[in-house]
């Protein structure tokens, strides 16, 4: 047994288990330190956009290889269409950054930001998928672990930059995405041979249905964007008071 495989009665990795810690503490620290090293040192819009294309061609292979793994396992050619959210937001989110050239403050962002983000962090931290095989090393395992990753690193790498600007008044733009998100579960449900998308048919949690779900996201980001925007305004009052007339 390698160090990446969990120490079970079944062998599999498990949620917390070893393997998912080790690869927690390596990839949070190799996050963290990229971060810190690219803020440092990419200081020209030439070195920060060759930073945010890099990350986003890590995401967009991450998802691609996820899928194609998922797909050769399942053998079903149509497994490769993301079906979840976080899914279909690496997929989107990689190819919308790397479209959008240098235009990452655009209001599509302003959805894909917030979702990659908090779905990159739940997933990471509970990816009920870890056991479907014995070792971490698992294709559809590692791939679905690093897109995850690399979902959240790309969100918080472009706030980190200034490349994106969190803004209330944008708020509408979460609850227009949840609408296509839905809008593409229920025609992959009701049309093509998939059993469940966007959660419709199978809830993240028995309670939480998907229309109970997206206003809770939409409650909890307009709450967090409005007191971020209070921190700024008294931040930026302090400022002003402290200046010399």
Known sequence: ???????????????F???????LVITTAMMVASLILIKKYCKTKRSQNIAVIIAASLLLVSIIMNRITVSLYSGNWISLVPTSFCGMTSLLFSVAALIFFRRWNHSIFHFFIYLAFLGGVIANFYPDYIGQASTIWHGRTITGLLHHTF??????????????????RRWYCLPLGFTVYMTL???M?????????????????????WYIIGPLFVALQVTSLAIYERIKQVRNKKKETSQPI
Do not use: C
């Open 17 to 23: 288990g070893l393997a998912h810690i080790l690869y």
């Open 151 to 168: 979902a959240t690193y790309l969100a918080v790498l472009l706030v980190v930059l200034g490349l994106f600007k969190p803004e209330l």
């Open 185 to 187: 579960g229920l025609f």
């Open 1 to 15: 047994m390698t160090p990446f495989e969990s120490v079970t009665t079944s062998g599999n990795p498990t949620v």
């Open 189 to 209: 449900v009701s049309v093509l041979p998939i059993s469940d998308a966007m959660h419709i048919n199978n809830p993240i949690v028995p309670v939480l249905e």
